[in-house]
């Protein structure tokens, strides 16, 4: 998925390069190592006493599934009431649960999803690859006419909504396999936030029920998420558009208009400015204040330029409106000057890192070249428990996180921050390995 409005589920398609030989990862790839093939000969070499464990832990498995199983269609049968008492026909609801069952396959996704993070720039070069890059300048040539016609209708730029396509189904390659009824009804009664996935359930049946698809062929990934730009239900109640005419929203066909323009109907009614950049790679002077690189700091690009922030190329940005700058990996990293456009791709998906890679393979598909500031490729980023680490201990040395959630937000920014001026470092408020590492 990805079309969640402040999406919360951790999904990772648009981390998945592309390959020049190879097809790119599905949408359902998980970035956990898999098991290596030998183990199972490791297994059957075991002793017959290892081998006794492991068919009592099967055992036990299987019984577990059973309840599962058991519990689930008891489940299917509460929520068939509530579901009814929504507004959905049992002869809809009866044939929409035809054949489905419990799906143990997504309960595992959904609670073995690694503590999986990657640095800016490992993000940035698979999605703005040369490969997607390249596969989405051809999608662009290909359906240029119409992603036009999406542009005049709804002001987005074209190159935006097919960036978005890129990093959400490698332009409509892999838009997910799995059952929808199916996975939202197994996270409803088995996952770990049951009103959500019922509520997509109960906006997925009243997709089927307007008859915009069959339930059948209603599928994407494990988590809802649907079709080549990976909307969830209630979020295709919402935005979702008939650009076809044919009285069907489809975002599943093999035909992009309805899902390409639900995207830019949806980025328009966030408040999309026609001809906004969502962001301009930016130099800093040599005397910059960081304190200044924070969201809510916001002027005008001319104001900016007087400050000595100006383009690669030495110039004022235009003044598009007003503008922050972000550093998304602190002083050593790019820093971007970012317009009211950023903040509306946000609104399909809160990391800086995938408005980043949205706007910046826009960019590189439009004809632009890549980011020309270094990184800093030595650092790595840090996992949960070492960011949670991190807020205890800048709160302890008096620096309060207000709260200790392995997230980094404005609070664990500014206490990083006030730490950084305490330690006479620039304090550009970046939770790197060697803030941390100075903490301890």
Avoid at 283 to 308: C, H, I, Q, T, V
Wanted: aromatic fraction near 10%; hydrophobic fraction near 45%; proline fraction near 5%.
């Amino acid at each position: 998925m990805s079309f969640f409005p402040a999406r919360a589920a951790a999904l990772a398609p648009l981390l998945c390069a592309l390959s020049m030989t190879a097809p790119a990862q599905a949408l359902e790839t998980s970035p956990r190592p898999t098991p290596r093939p030998a183990l199972a000969d490791l297994a059957e070499s075991a002793r017959p006493a290892a081998r006794a464990t492991v068919t009592r832990e099967a055992a036990m498995d299987q019984a577990q599934h059973s309840m599962a199983h058991i519990g689930f269609e008891r489940w299917i049968g509460e929520f068939r009431g509530r579901a009814l008492a929504q507004g959905i026909a049992p002869a809809v609801f009866d044939r929409a649960f035809r054949g489905v069952g419990y799906n143990a396959d997504v309960i595992g996704r959904d609670r073995n999803q690694s503590e999986f993070t990657r640095t800016i720039w490992d993000y940035l070069d698979s999605a703005a690859s040369e490969t997607r890059v390249a596969n989405g300048r051809e999608a662009l040539a290909r359906h240029r006419a119409l992603l036009e016609r999406i542009e005049a209708r709804f002001g987005v730029d074209k190159e935006v909504v097919v960036a978005i396509w890129g990093l959400e189904s490698a332009y409509g390659t892999f838009r997910g396999t799995t059952p929808i009824i199916e996975a939202l009804a197994t996270l409803a009664y088995d996952g770990r936030r049951g009103a959500f996935f019922e509520q997509q359930l109960v906006a997925a049946l009243k997709i089927v029920q307007a008859g915009d698809t069959e339930a059948r062929n209603m599928t994407g990934s494990w988590a809802g998420a649907m079709g080549h730009t990976q909307f969830i239900p209630t979020s295709y109640l919402d935005y979702a558009v008939d650009f076809t005419g044919d009285g069907r929203r489809d975002i599943w066909s093999e035909d992009p208009a309805d899902a390409l323009a639900s995207t830019a109907a949806y980025l328009a009614r966030f408040g999309w400015k026609t001809g906004q950049p969502w962001g301009v790679e930016v130099r800093l002077p040599g005397n910059f204040d960081y304190r200044l690189a924070d969201r809510g700091e916001k002027r005008m690009p001319s104001d900016w330029a007087a400050l000595g922030v100006r383009d690669m190329d030495g110039r004022a940005v235009p003044d598009h409106g007003r503008a922050s700058i972000l550093l998304p990996a602190g002083a050593r990293g790019a820093a971007f000057m970012i317009f009211d456009n950023f903040a509306v791709i946000e609104r399909y998906n809160t990391a800086d890192a995938y408005v980043i890679g949205v706007g910046h393979l826009s960019d590189r598909i439009r004809g632009g070249g890549p980011i020309r500031a270094d990184w800093p490729r030595e650092d790595r980023a840090l996992v949960f428990a070492e960011r949670q680490e991190l807020q205890e201990r800048l709160t302890r040395a008096g620096f309060d996180t207000r709260g200790i959630d392995g997230r980094i937000g404005p609070n664990t920014i500014a206490a990083v921050r006030a730490f950084q001026r305490s330690a006479g470092l620039i304090p550009d408020g970046y939770a790197s390995l060697e803030i941390l590492k100075r903490l301890r």
